[in-house]
């Protein structure tokens, strides 16, 4: 079995929180929330027209991210985690990590014509815990390591005393069977969809935080989450969280898809405010090119390219392969505000538009194949040396790399 990524990068970040270490996922668990629409829209739709990927297909892009191999973690429903995991044993020669929601509120059942967005959130769970580790309702001890060890575990708080003792009853349920059963989570931490007592909006950070730090205060370490998947609230908020406790790693959800720089200034900033995972789904989902999107993402995080440099990259590469982008590159570079929920409702957050100021990877990270350099600064070892770059230099070099796959 090959080594996992994830299991490395997070030993590190636990040894050395201000490490450069970076886990990216994949959230394709959309399955789960969006209907008939999870898949996305299908290349050949013309607009107005509402036609969408199928299922096959949206595996097929599965298998493409794992072959590409530049995630950490592929979430998936219970559904296909059985197919792509149990049955094609697509993760067996892989360090990347399957993992399965494992529950859904009713938050993001984004239904055509439903109302469940307008109510406040209510626990819920399809999958069980047996059914992603071995595909059938009871696991014997040996089948347990068959399909995905991680799942990601929803919760959503809304300032009412009923509605969330709930929530964390069922929370305390799952885990304490998780723990039985050899199961890791994951915990994914919304912001109120529907308060029943106000909350400032300034102040969902401050609310969020304290929920989370107050929710896990009780919970011994063999029971608690390898890391949040929760909203960027912003410089002030990830920072108070993320030096409460150092070993409470921080990921920030990509929530809606939103322009490219959008996309990369999140992940840059949430990187440099604390946060040690970023999980995209509709963001990477949306992109014209996956893989090459991907690829961005992870040379942010290690340092190689600003995100305003990878949106022209990213442009360049979609000219060179001859894919129409969604948006022109001028209107692609805004900075927009983003909805970070699954409906139509939730808190709306600014992504600070700050420099990104990060330095190169020292601490290794996901290991990316170069192509010979040509003309480009190289260091001793004959691999590309960006700090040594020009910005021309280092467009150059993406485009190149990226158009050749």
């Known amino acids: 079995m090959v080594a996992k990524s994830l299991a490395i990068k997070l030993a590190k970040i636990k040894a050395n929180p201000s490490c450069r270490e970076f886990v ?10 969006f209907g008939i629409a999870s898949p996305g829209k299908s ?17 097929e892009q599965i298998r493409q991210v794992v072959r590409q191999g530049l995630v950490d973690i592929v979430l998936m429903s219970a559904h296909t985690n059985s197919i792509l995991t149990i049955e094609e044993r697509l993760f067996d020669n892989s360090h990347i990590t399957p993992a399965a929601r494992a529950n859904d509120t009713t938050d993001i059942h984004v239904i055509r014509e439903g109302a469940y967005l307008k109510a406040p959130s209510v ?38 005393l009923d509605r969330d003792r709930k929530t964390l009853l069922e929370y305390k349920d799952f885990r304490i069977e998780a723990e039985r059963k050899g199961f890791r989570h994951f915990l994914e931490v919304f912001d109120p ?32 989450p390898l890391f949040l998947k929760m909203v960027y609230h912003g410089p002030k908020w990830t920072e108070e969280l993320a030096g409460y406790d150092p070993q409470l790693i921080i990921g920030v959800l990509g929530g809606a898809s939103g322009t490219t720089y959008d996309a990369f200034k999140l992940i840059s900033e949430a990187q440099k405010y604390g946060a ?33 440099e990878a949106v022209r990259v990213y442009h360049g590469v979609l000219q060179g392969l001859k894919i129409s982008p969604l948006r022109t590159l001028e209107e692609d570079m805004k900075l927009t505000t983003g909805i970070m929920s699954y409906g139509t409702s939730g808190a709306r957050v600014t992504i600070p538009a700050g420099a990104f100021s990060g330095k190169p990877n020292e601490e290794g990270g996901t290991r990316i194949v170069e192509p010979k350099p040509s003309s480009e600064a190289v260091s001793s070892n004959g691999s590309p040396d960006f700090g040594k770059m020009s910005k021309e230099d280092r467009l150059a070099y993406f485009r190149k790399r990226l158009a050749s796959k």
Request: with cysteine; charged share 25%.
């Open 24 to 33: 990216i996922a994949d959230a394709k668990d959309a399955d789960m929330a």
């Open 43 to 59: 290349p050949e739709h013309y607009s107005q027209e509402g036609k969408f990927r199928s299922l096959p297909q949206y595996r």
């Open 123 to 160: 626990p819920f769970r399809t999958a069980t815990i047996d059914h992603i580790q071995c595909g059938k309702v009871d696991c014997t001890a040996e089948e347990r390591i068959v399909g995905a060890d991680l799942g990601m575990y929803s919760v959503t708080f809304n300032n009412c």
């Open 193 to 224: 969809n529907q308060p029943q007592n106000k909350i400032d909006p300034e102040q969902i950070g401050a609310y969020v935080n304290d929920m989370i730090v107050r929710s896990l205060a009780g919970v011994a370490e063999g029971g608690r």
């Open 276 to 308: 040690r995972v970023a999980l995209y789904g509709r963001k990477i989902n949306s992109a014209e090119h996956q893989l090459a999107f991907i690829e961005m993402l992870r040379r942010i995080v290690e340092g190689q390219i600003t995100p305003e």
